[in-house]
């Protein structure tokens, strides 16, 4: 595989020391409405449905089994809503069987499938996609489930392990991708040219984890150089948001990072925060990310070098966000209370 240098500004990137708390909430976020679920029920996944309203995933109903001294725990049956505009519709989910929660919604164009992986035992996967009335199971790649992401260069499948493939009519190709990349987190496309790949590598010296990124160019995957973090940092991709070729966003676990197309800039989350666990870009620019601070996820953006804090219903936490495309309208998903949650700022 060639390797795409990146020249790094002064040999390494940026690091930008910014306030952990902002000084003044963001627009405030209010509640939307759900339709019934069973108790103990949350969202962690909402996409665009590409017509105005948005998917939302997740899990309802989840319990433990008492085991002597331990619980085991079951994450309930699947979630999938899709919001109109005014309601809430649900569809079948054919071919769905064990237990489990939906993992990853992906919409392109006419396309929109859902993915959930093994939680449990010998519990398959499950891999559909939308025909308009009901969810068709689709055969995947490996038991336990894949991954999804459907977009401008196709539709893809990604696992842990690092291996791709990609839908050649009705079946799954695999297609070669850099050598480093031990696992893969995120996998998205801005156009049939320009697809990227995130997730982490190891270091020679053993299982030091460290960030790795590779993009399509259309014809096959080529390794990017990634952002640098500081000496002993353990740290890996989690999301990536392509907006340009010159404009590209990556959360890990404790960091921002922004590719300009020459360099990469490195912001550290907000203080605080134990993990960012999702990402997503508004029209003008603005990366929004959900985090952890004091392990309750929270919702913040970044603007003018500084984390703005966004101002929410009260107990309610977000595992989940999007933005609708060309707007500034975000939504976010996730719970309140032993209950499932949406709020957006439209």
Same mark, same amino acid.
């Given at each position: 595989?060639?390797?795409?240098?990146?020249?790094?500004?002064?040999?390494?990137?940026?690091?930008?020391?910014?306030?952990?708390?902002?000084?003044?909430?963001?627009?405030? %976020?209010?509640s939307?409405?759900?339709? %019934?679920?069973?108790p103990?029920?949350?969202?962690?996944?909402?996409?665009?449905?590409?017509?105005?309203?948005?998917?939302a995933?997740?899990?309802?109903? @989840?319990?433990?089994?008492?085991l002597?001294? $331990?619980?085991?725990? $079951?994450?309930?049956?699947?979630?999938v809503?899709?919001?109109?505009?005014s309601?809430?519709?649900e569809?079948?989910?054919?071919?769905?069987? !064990?237990? !489990?929660?939906? &993992?990853?919604?992906?919409?392109?164009?006419a396309?929109?499938?859902?993915?959930?992986?093994r939680t449990?035992?010998?519990?398959?996967?499950y891999?559909?996609?939308f025909?308009?009335?009901? /969810?068709?199971?689709?055969?995947?790649?490996?038991?336990?489930?894949?991954?999804?992401?459907?977009?401008?260069?196709g539709? #893809?499948?990604?696992?842990?392990?690092?291996?791709?493939?990609?839908?050649?009519?009705?079946?799954?190709?695999?297609v070669?991708?850099?050598?480093?990349?031990?696992?893969?987190?995120?996998?998205?496309?801005?156009t049939?040219t320009?697809?990227?790949?995130?997730?982490?590598? $190891?270091?020679?010296?053993?299982?030091?984890?460290?960030? @790795?990124?590779?993009? %399509?160019?259309?014809?096959?995957?080529t390794?990017?150089?990634p952002?640098?973090?500081?000496a002993? *940092?353990?740290?890996?991709?989690?999301?990536?948001v392509? *907006?340009?070729?010159?404009?590209?966003?990556?959360?890990?676990?404790?960091?921002l990072?922004?590719?300009?197309? &020459?360099?990469?800039? *490195?912001?550290p989350?907000?203080?605080?925060?134990?993990i960012l666990?999702?990402? @997503?870009?508004?029209?003008?620019?603005?990366?929004w990310?959900?985090?952890?601070?004091?392990?309750?996820?929270n919702?913040?953006?970044?603007?003018?070098?500084? #984390?703005?804090?966004?101002?929410?219903?009260?107990g309610?936490?977000?595992?989940?966000?999007?933005?609708l495309?060309?707007?500034?309208?975000?939504?976010?998903?996730? /719970?309140?209370?032993?209950?499932?949650a949406?709020i957006?700022n439209s």
């Open positions: 595989m060639k390797r795409i240098m990146v020249a790094v500004v002064g040999m390494t990137a940026a690091l930008v020391a910014v306030p952990g708390t902002a000084q003044a909430a963001v627009t405030d %976020f209010h939307v409405s759900l339709p %019934f679920f069973w103990n029920a949350g969202l962690n996944e909402v996409t665009p449905d590409g017509a105005g309203g948005v998917w995933g997740g899990s309802q109903g @989840a319990y433990c089994v008492p002597f001294d $331990y619980c085991e725990p $079951y994450n309930g049956n699947p979630v809503r899709r919001y109109t505009g309601s809430w519709k569809y079948p989910l054919k071919g769905w069987s !064990g237990d !489990g929660g939906i &993992g990853t919604i992906s919409t392109y164009g396309e929109t499938w859902i993915s959930a992986r449990w035992g010998d519990t398959p996967g891999l559909a996609r025909d308009g009335s009901a /969810f068709q199971r689709v055969a995947g790649v490996h038991s336990a489930g894949d991954r999804v992401s459907t977009g401008p260069a539709t #893809w499948l990604y696992n842990g392990p690092g291996s791709v493939y990609r839908r050649d009519g009705s079946a799954w190709t695999p070669p991708i850099p050598e480093e990349m031990r696992s893969i987190n995120d996998l998205q496309a801005r049939a320009d697809a990227w790949l995130v997730g982490n590598r $190891y270091t020679d010296a053993g299982n030091h984890s460290l960030p @790795a990124l590779a993009h %399509f160019d259309g014809t096959s995957w390794s990017v150089t952002p640098d973090l500081p002993g *940092v353990n740290d890996w991709i989690t999301k990536v392509p *907006v340009a070729a010159d404009d590209v966003w990556v959360i890990m676990n404790g960091y990072a922004h590719w300009n197309g &020459g360099a990469w800039t *490195v912001v989350a907000p203080e605080n925060s134990e666990y999702d990402l @997503a870009v508004d029209a003008s620019g603005t990366p990310v959900a985090a952890s601070p004091g392990g309750d996820p919702l913040y953006r970044y603007s003018g070098g500084a #984390w703005e804090l966004a101002a929410m219903p009260a309610t936490r977000v595992n989940g966000i999007t933005v495309p060309g707007t500034s309208t975000i939504w976010g998903v996730g /719970f309140n209370n032993g209950s499932a949406a957006t």
